[in-house]
């Protein structure tokens, strides 16, 4: 079968960038110095890191037959269970339509009931919107990485702040991940202690799109391959760094 893969759920989309010169003033014209189109969303993007970090991966989300497509459908559970699991080490979901990502979940956390603790599939989610259906997601990943949105629309205003706040509503077991921008990002599990790695930032920050989807991708990568949660962290703040210093994702490595 070969080495297991890292499987990415959620959203593709098309990202149309423009280049100015600074951050245009309201109501204002501003010149375009370039513009180009690139692949995005979040599971995308950071399939599209995990490739270039060297992990066999792949993406589950809707594509277009042409060129435009209006209100794509996500993924559902019926559509899920025709992925064979035997083929993925790790599954991560973007969080977007929650209650059919959880019968996912809980069809891979069925599945692992019948491995050995050693072979069993790493549940990842991201909560990265304000959406009130997406807050169930809390108590079923693994590894659950929230925003600073999330974070700030429940009220904390600091990482740490926030992972102790909201680590009641995972799982036990489980690890809660915040990054916090120009303030690095922390994590705790189930021992309670706060871990935290500074951020990296570039001499020149470039391009800030896709940063929260790299860190996710790099954590994950890490993770995967055996490293602690503080190296994961680390890793994870290095590659976003790195990153916001390159318009988009060529060259990250």
């Known amino acids: 079968m070969g080495e297991k893969k890292i499987l990415c759920v959620g959203l593709v989309c098309l990202d149309i960038i423009s280049v100015v010169d600074k951050y245009p003033e309201e109501d204002t014209d501003t010149r375009c110095l370039s513009q180009r189109w690139q692949r995005g969303g979040n599971a995308s993007n950071s399939c599209t890191v995990l490739a270039q ?43 977007r339509n929650a209650d059919e990502q959880v019968k996912m979940i809980q069809w891979v956390e069925e599945y692992n009931k019948t491995l050995p603790m050693d072979q069993k599939i790493t549940i990842s989610v991201e909560i990265e919107k304000n959406r009130e259906n997406l807050y169930q997601l809390f108590g079923y990943g693994d590894i659950v990485f929230i925003s600073k949105d999330v974070a700030q629309h429940f009220g904390f205003g600091s990482a740490p702040e926030a992972l102790k706040g909201l680590y009641s509503r995972v799982r036990n077991g489980a690890y809660l991940i915040c990054a916090w921008a120009e303030k690095g990002a922390d994590a705790v599990g189930p021992d309670g202690v706060l871990i935290h790695s500074d951020a990296f930032p570039p001499d020149v920050i470039v391009d800030t799109l896709g940063a929260g989807d790299t860190f996710n991708a790099a954590v994950i990568y890490a993770l995967s391959t055996g490293k602690t949660m503080h190296e994961a962290l680390t890793f994870g703040c290095q590659t976003a760094g790195r990153k916001c210093g390159i318009h988009g994702f060529d060259g990250i490595v």
């Open 53 to 95: 970090l060297g992990a066999p991966c792949a993406f589950m989300g809707s594509l277009a037959v042409g060129h435009v497509a209006n209100n794509l459908p996500d993924v559902t559970a019926q559509d899920f269970e025709n992925v064979d699991l035997a083929h993925y080490k790790w599954i991560h979901w973007e969080g």
